[in-house]
């Protein structure tokens, strides 16, 4: 099973349900999702190489995986954002439980799906994509 370092400072789906759900406006849940960005632990500089970028996220984003521990970052905080979305969805299951996640849905429960950018959705399934394929390692 991989672990996920930057998990540990994260909220859990749960809480991120309810931070969600009670935002009243658009405004509200991207000041979150900001927020949510501002608060994501950044990954090690070491780790920020060419070769572990994500290609089809228009701001620049890694993933990095070694000895079945994850890590993640992007440039962007709004990724950054969604990329907390995406280790809370996977944090603490097993990789046939994360295959059947369907990352729009989850963010059409939080109320986000129609808030975000084609490409950004483009970038977070491209990140998703490469978290998912981690998985089988």
């Not at 501002?38 to 190489?49: G, H, S, T, V």
């Not at 979305?85 to 109320?111: M, P, R, T």
């Amino acid at each position: 099973m991989m672990i996920y370092p930057q998990t540990s400072s994260l909220p859990d789906w749960q809480s991120l349900q309810v931070l969600f759900t009670s935002a009243t406006s658009y405004e509200e849940r991207y000041r979150q999702l900001l927020l949510l960005g501002k608060k994501f632990p950044a990954m090690p500089e070491d780790y920020r190489q060419e070769q572990n970028e994500v290609s089809g996220c228009e701001s620049r984003s890694w993933v990095y995986t070694e000895k079945n521990q994850l890590w993640c970052d992007s440039e962007a905080r709004i990724i950054r954002g969604l990329m907390t979305i995406l280790l809370s969805l996977v944090n603490h299951s097993d990789y046939q439980s994360i295959k059947s996640i369907d990352l729009i849905a989850k963010l059409e429960q939080l109320g986000l799906r129609h808030y975000i950018s084609e490409s950004r959705i483009n970038g977070i399934q491209a990140i998703w994509q490469q978290l998912s394929a981690l998985q089988t390692i």
